[in-house]
């Protein structure tokens, strides 16, 4: 651990952190995420949030231990691991002392796996990516690599990482990206039917449970908030009733910036905070799952889609206070950059006031200036997108941006 990161010294002993633990396990989880980078002891990012859970009801950080890259933020043991170099850039070198330190002061610990977009596993074994039409491993828009979901020897990869994380002390192992990649015509080892990519995520969660539920850890997976909505896999096999019986927690992406516009109701979602999080819980429990299987993931970032509006205290509570109203077991906040600048008491006095699942009296449109006829003949660099409505948006189009 960090010098800089004082750890306690209470007399707190071994059965009384085993108590802590289990009394966390059942009581509603509130989460800040930390990146690879933002993990480091070393970062302002990682003191600023223990320095938000010891003033606020905040309780537990979800780690990434795996990236889309296939980065591993420690040093791993494992041959194939090693092999991929996977552990080149770790971020924490000692595993132990930061597993020790964050449970002595009582933290609730989440690591976040990226199952089937694995650049680094699919450069160093070719076989397992997912391949262009034309041959050749594919890539996605963000030069990222995907392996195979068919794959058994993929799947393996990533199993084998989520039991080496779960022996080192987590709470709970959270797959990421446990999906198809949003792209039509790519080629993978069996036909890329409906019937046989839900198949595919059926087999990896039940043997995903099977391996990691007798080590001591939850299971929980992040979904896309349109698989709420849709009743078809969206061609990425993600159906939320074959899903969830197989984990703990379903934790679906509920940004009201990450909804297009037009395709759920509201014109502009990013404007409806508290709506967008309280209507797609309730259709997941419509659907026959358990309203505390459900914890969300929140918005605490810009709506970089559309407005840029800064979701600040305000908006962040109306979603809390849509998933707390369906009885979610908890909510975990996203942040790319790991920046939680309005996580703070302020925003838990918010939560209780019924004002604020109204929108936010600050604009969610940027204020449009008035310019010379000479400046509206020239091309605006990064114009933002029309506030009307999108026409009939395709839910394979929206997926492919993220």
């Not at 199952?115 to 050749?136: I, L, M, N, Y």
């Not at 794959?151 to 393996?156: K, Q, S, V």
């Not at 799952?289 to 407005?307: G, H, I, M, N």
Request: net charge positive; charged share 25%.
């Amino acid at each position: 651990m960090d010098p800089a990161v004082e750890p306690r010294d209470d007399g707190v002993s071994e059965n009384n952190l085993s108590a802590q633990h289990s009394a966390l396990s059942t009581q509603k989880i509130r989460a800040l995420y930390l990146n690879r980078h933002t993990a480091s002891p070393k970062t302002s990012q990682f003191k600023r949030a223990l320095e938000i859970i010891a003033t606020t009801p905040m309780n537990a950080l979800v780690i990434d231990m795996k990236n889309v890259k296939g980065d591993l933020t420690y040093r791993s043991t494992l041959p194939e691991s090693k092999r991929a170099h996977a552990s080149k850039f770790a971020t924490i070198r000692d595993i132990q002392g930061y597993m020790k330190e964050l449970k002595s002061r009582g933290v609730y610990l989440i690591a976040r796996i990226a199952v089937f977009k694995d650049k680094r596993q699919a450069r160093t074994f070719p076989s397992r990516a997912v391949h262009a039409p034309g041959g050749g491993v594919w890539r996605d828009r963000h030069g990222e690599s995907w392996v195979d979901p068919f794959d058994p020897e993929a799947r393996e990869y990533t199993l084998a990482i989520a039991e080496e994380v779960a022996k080192l002390g987590f709470d709970e192992i959270n797959f990421d990206y446990i999906r198809f990649p949003a792209h039509k015509g790519l080629r993978y080892d069996r036909p890329d039917t409906q019937a046989n990519r839900v198949a595919a995520i059926d087999d990896f969660l039940a043997e995903a449970s099977r391996r990691l539920h007798p080590l001591g850890v939850k299971v929980s997976i992040d979904i896309f908030g349109y698989v709420l909505w849709n009743r078809t896999d969206t061609q990425i096999g993600q159906i939320l009733e074959k899903m969830a019986p197989h984990v703990d927690f379903v934790c679906p992406m509920l940004y009201p910036s990450g909804f297009r516009r037009g395709s759920v109701t509201f014109s502009n979602p990013a404007a409806h905070p508290y709506e967008i999080v309280r209507i797609s819980l309730e259709k997941g429990i419509a659907r026959g799952v358990e309203p505390e299987k459900f914890r969300p993931w929140l918005q605490s970032f810009r709506d970089y889609a559309f407005s840029r509006h800064l979701y600040r205290e305000h908006e962040i509570a109306a979603q809390i206070r849509a998933a707390e109203q369906l009885g979610a077991s908890g909510w975990l906040l996203w942040n790319a950059a790991s920046r939680f600048d309005y996580v703070n008491p302020r925003l838990f006095a918010l939560i209780d006031d019924p004002a604020v699942e109204r929108p936010s009296a600050v604009s969610y449109f940027p204020t449009r200036k008035h310019r010379s006829s000479r400046s509206r003949s020239r091309k605006r660099p990064g114009r933002l997108p029309s506030a009307k409505p999108a026409k009939n948006p395709r839910p394979l189009d929206i997926l492919r941006s993220r």
